[in-house]
DNA sequence: ATGAAAGAAGTTGCTTTGTGTACG
DNA sequence: GCGTACACTTTGCAACTTCTTTCA
């Protein structure tokens, strides 16, 4: 969990969540159940990855810089390891940060073993923050993530690389689960947003924003023309949002992009942090119209919901990616929408008071991306991107502060909400960072957008109901935003649908189903790649180079051509290249038939290979190694073992039976999966064969694993009863054991007062009365050691049930 | 600026029916 | 002499992934 911790720490932009510790019976008293369930599948999961020690590799820097520093490492090491074990337990804090963004803290490693740290160091890298020498400016450029912990020993690698670095599969594993721990508190925190938005109080606050005058607009009549309803909102709506650019004053710094490669341990939280922790804060951000753009795109929300309008809060979630790959480890490059000018990993700095009117400040900076004067901005889409107070005063005073900070974020918003267009049952999408009304388009920031950046777009509704509408925002949902979500990864779909599930009413109302539909036919939409990279995986198209080697296309149509290669971009067109592009529908996979055999099938009579591949290796030295057929599932049918006659079970060359699945017993056989199930056959004399249930590895060779038996089904009762019989006996012999080691210790115990007693006979008057308790001292001694000493013994305990010490 | 190709370097997955020794 | 339990050992190759560089 220590990693967990690590990976779920709050980055910039986030609140102060380390103030609220929790004891960790509280985690089970506000996770529910089905996290609960969910977080626990995956530690379990974990803990089987860490059971063999992973290959690891080591870049030649980290190893050079090693020794120099590694007492200092230590040191640090060690002090994070207590940060992350004390603040654990926060993982699942009631109250989450606002606009919580995740870092994962390369320190807190691959292994949270409590035990693997103690002979585990860290390498010095001279990549990493404080530890390289490298000053600020250049920390950021090369710094990298480095989740590899290593053993001091290790030999480094011949040729290491000079940047980057792959990860194991259980880095990998540990990256997916945090990205879901990331996912599934990033829910939670929204679900309480939206709560918040139906407090009373809090659009009670808010509702002298609208005068009667603004709210009439919501007020449709039902007699009006669909045309008109909708017109109407919209046009209130307009008004609403102008009204709210007028008096909403954003400063704070909400949700941005998450990386995974900063450093978490010398972490401050910036000064523009959103702090809206509570309930409290919402209102008091209520009343002084301030705080982070999120924070404005909720209380927006409330306003609109108080005016009596069916509106969702919508959250683009600012997820860490699945992948940790450096090129996505790196800090976000100075690029379109970052135009800070400090560094994002230099907190102190990034307080720092701007000049909005000096040249070195965002605008400036913004001016070659966005040449616009202010005042032209303010009708532009972009306009509140800029939050210009000069040329939109706002209504209250702002609160006294020295000087006016900017706050520069991604031209896109990451809150926002979707208004009910009751006349034609649809939601439309209302924002005012990007000032529109039902222009979903609007939203998806680019790819190279280092602040914002869209994979899940969730909209909860008034009663709490979430819905996936990331369709809805995106472009290329298919062909790229897809391969960033957990549904590219095995059971990934089936996981999110029961973390979303949780949120769900249980029933599909119309409008639900309306959505569906819409959803389905965005997604169906969408224009087939005009990129190679993004047929990759692609869920409908398939490219031929894509094939895997045991996939195989059957009865392919072509659907369409793609340009591929340098030629396609040379002039005039000539020499272009074209692939075929395939429906993913036509590819099927195929195996050898000893592979379908081994999932229980068989290749039927005379059916023709559909692939061959090239054979490993000769089985036998004489044999060449040539290729091996492929079949599809269709030309296979059910393996049906030859069946159980006159009670004799059927062997195979081995000696034994295969059934690597139950529906490979033999017809009038029954498997029996009990170790004691051979010995128990052949105490009756009926025949049965081994049943052989896989194949582990051991030295060079596979071995059969034996997992109990085939016997005729008709013997079922009689051998399940012998097994019954030996578990008794064992027990019986187990409770004899156990009476005979009491008795014997009763009879010494006996034996030891007559001897007692004799001496005592023995004494006579005068006689020192010391001895005699000398001797029965070191007899008391003798007892409690050695063979008194035996664990299945009972009897000198009295919590033994065996009894005997203590008479009852 | 972007993406494809090619190459490098590393990881993963497939493979798939023992043997020798000690001891009771 | 026989049966049983247990320790021993962990290949090698092709496919695949990821990253970098070069080029159009």
Redesign the pocket.
């Known amino acids: 969990m220590a990693k967990t911790r690590g990976g779920l720490a709050a980055r910039s932009g986030a609140g102060a969540a380390g103030s609220r510790g929790q004891r960790p019976s509280r985690i089970s008293a506000t996770v529910p159940e089905v996290y609960q369930d969910m977080i626990s599948e995956a530690l379990e999961n974990d803990h089987d990855s860490i059971d063999r020690p992973?290959?690891?590799?080591r870049t030649r820097q980290a190893l050079e810089s090693h020794t120099e520093d590694a007492k200092k490492e230590q040191e640090t090491h060690n002090e994070h390891i207590d940060e992350e074990q004390e603040s654990e337990e926060e993982v699942f804090e009631d109250v989450l940060p606002p606009a919580a963004q995740t870092v994962y803290n390369s320190d807190s490693g691959s292994d949270w073993d409590d035990d693997a740290f103690e002979d585990i160091g860290l390498y010095s890298d001279p990549f990493q923050p404080g530890l390289g020498g490298a000053d600020g400016d250049e920390r950021d450029e090369d710094q990298h993530l480095d989740l590899t912990l290593n053993k001091s020993k290790e030999v480094p690698?011949?040729?290491?690389?000079?940047?980057?670095?792959?990860?194991?599969?259980?880095?990998?594993a540990t990256h997916l689960m945090i990205h879901k721990m990331h996912l599934l508190c990033l829910t939670r925190y929204l679900e309480r947003r939206n709560e918040w938005c139906n407090d009373a109080e809090v659009q009670r606050i808010l509702r002298p924003l609208l005068s009667a005058k603004d709210r009439q607009w919501f007020k449709t009549n039902p007699e009006w023309t669909q045309f008109r309803r909708t017109g109407s909102i919209k046009k209130g709506l307009d008004n609403a949002a102008n009204i709210w650019l007028t008096n909403f004053k954003v400063t704070a710094r909400g949700m941005r992009r998450a990386y995974w490669d900063e450093d978490v341990s010398d972490f401050v939280l910036p000064p523009d942090a959103d702090r809206v922790l509570d309930k409290s804060d919402f209102k008091r951000a209520a009343m002084n119209m301030e705080g982070s753009r999120d924070t404005g795109a909720q209380l927006y929300c409330a306003l609109l919901r108080g005016a009596g309008l069916d509106v969702r809060l919508v959250c683009s979630l600012q997820l860490l990616p699945i992948?940790a790959?450096?090129?996505?480890t790196r800090p976000p490059p100075q690029g379109v929408s970052t135009a800070r000018p400090v560094t994002p990993t230099t907190p102190t700095s990034d307080g720092e008071a701007m000049n909005i009117g000096s040249p070195t400040s965002p605008f400036a900076t913004r001016a070659t991306g966005a040449p616009f004067s202010a005042r032209r901005r303010l009708g532009h889409p972009n306009a509140a991107d800029y939050h210009i107070p000069d040329t939109a005063p706002p209504r209250r005073l702002p609160p006294p502060k020295p000087k006016q900070r900017r706050i520069v974020e991604s031209p896109y918003p990451v809150f926002w909400v979707e208004v009910l267009d009751e006349a034609h049952q649809k939601w439309m999408p209302v924002d005012f960072v990007t000032a529109t009304v039902n222009k979903p388009s609007v939203f998806e920031p680019?790819?190279?957008d280092a602040e914002n950046t869209m994979t899940y777009v969730f909209s909860f509704e008034e009663d709490g109901a979430v819905r996936d509408v990331t369709r809805r925002y995106t472009k290329w949902y298919s062909a790229k935003v897809r391969k960033t979500r957990v549904e590219s990864t095995e059971g990934g779909s089936k996981w999110l649908r029961r973390a979303l599930k949780f949120y769900s009413r249980g029933w599909k109302t119309d409008l639900d189903q309306i959505e569906d539909i819409e959803l389905q036919t965005i997604e169906g939409r969408e224009p087939m790649p005009?990129?190679?990279?993004?047929f990759k995986g692609h869920p409908r198209y398939v490219l031929e180079?894509d094939l895997?080697?045991?996939e195989v296309l059957i009865d392919p149509h072509e659907i369409g051509k793609v340009a591929?290669?340098?030629?396609?971009?040379?002039a005039g067109g000539k020499g272009k290249?074209l692939e075929s592009v395939f429906r993913r529908t036509d590819v099927k996979t195929v195996r050898?038939a000893?592979?379908w055999y081994?999932l229980g099938r068989e290749v039927k009579v005379g059916e023709q290979p559909m692939k061959s591949?090239?054979a490993?290796?000769a089985?036998n030295n004489d044999d060449e190694p040539g290729d091996v057929a492929l079949y599809t599932e269709d030309q296979t049918e059910l393996y049906e073992a030859p069946p159980v006659v006159n009670g004799r079970v059927p062997k195979?060359v081995?000696?034994?039976l295969?059934v690597y699945v139950q529906s490979m017993v033999p017809k009038g056989g029954v498997h029996l999966p009990y170790p004691d199930a051979a010995r128990a056959a052949r105490l009756l004399g009926i025949s049965y064969s081994d049943a052989?249930t896989g194949?582990e590895?051991?030295?060079?060779?596979?071995?059969?694993v034996v997992k109990g038996v085939v016997i005729a089904s008709e013997y079922q009762e009689a051998v399940e009863a012998v097994i019954q019989g030996f578990k008794d006996d064992e027990w019986h012999a187990k409770e004899e054991r156990r009476t005979l080691a009491a008795l014997r210790m009763w009879k010494r115990f006996m034996v030891g007062l007559r001897i007692k007693e004799r001496v005592d006979a023995y004494e006579i008057e005068g006689e020192e009365k010391e001895k005699v308790d000398e001797y029965i001292q070191d007899d008391d001694e003798g007892m409690q050691s050695e063979e008194y000493d035996m664990d299945e013994a009972g009897g000198f305990f009295p919590e033994d049930d065996g009894g005997g010490f203590v008479p009852e």
């Open positions: 992973p290959k690891r590799r690698q011949k040729t290491p690389r000079k940047k980057g670095r792959t990860f194991t599969k259980e880095d990998r992948n790959s450096s090129s996505k680019p790819a190279v005009t990129s190679i990279a993004d180079r895997r080697r045991n591929a290669g340098r030629d396609a971009s040379s290249k050898s000893d592979g081994r591949r090239a490993r290796k089985t195979n081995y000696g034994n295969d052989v194949f590895f051991r030295g060079r060779q596979g071995t059969a």
